[in-house]
């Protein structure tokens, strides 16, 4: 499929300044729900800890939902954008990246509810906190989030292959930037499919993730203060 189309006025500078605001609000967001909150709440192979620090926490681990839902919202937002933005380098590619991307966040959304199902459990009237089956029932419903996260993350590797391979082609950006998604796809891929097949692995992959944090705020931050090159054709 060839086409080509010159971007002569400023609206398409002005969607990738959108986007990338958008993709700064996604890495914000989603780190803080994974190192602020998750990651000081949740203590591996230990329930009782896990739940004594929600419990004393309560409003921090309710901050990890918010932080998720606008992080998703976003999320939705930015494929629509991006569709926008380079389907004429190639309308089906850039269609399907925005439907893997959106897949994904329709997972990570269904997903919340595991997330929040903890608080209705520990809040349940009669409850309690120190039976092993409540503790063993929350350490299920966190462990099922993880992985419905990793499930979701599968989806968005796709879809940032083909961005990546998008942006390459466009000559809007640096090729680098589109490799690098391309190479954070790779690690999300990794690092899902280890979760899933050989979880005694993921500390061997957890390091990788720099990875796709590089390649990320690389291309946010060319986003928000490059835009687009307006003088440049796109096409295949």
Known sequence: MNSSVTIADTSPRMTARIAGVLY???IVFGISSEVFVRASLVAAGDAAATINNIMASDSLYRAGFVFDSIML???VAIAVLFYVLLK???QTLALASAVFRLIQAAILAANLLNYHAVLLL???NGVSV????VQSRVMLLLGMHA????LGLMFFAISNFILGYLLIKSKLFPAILGYGLQAAATVYLIGSYTRF????FMLFIEPMYVIPLVAELSFCLWLLVKGIKTDRKMGV
């Open 122 to 124: 520990l809040n349940g």
């Open 197 to 200: 097949m050989a979880p005694d």
């Open 147 to 150: 992985h419905g996260y990793d």
């Open 24 to 26: 700064l609000l996604i």
């Open 130 to 133: 120190e039976s092993e089956t």
């Open 73 to 75: 919202f976003s999320d």
């Open 88 to 90: 004429p380098v190639n």
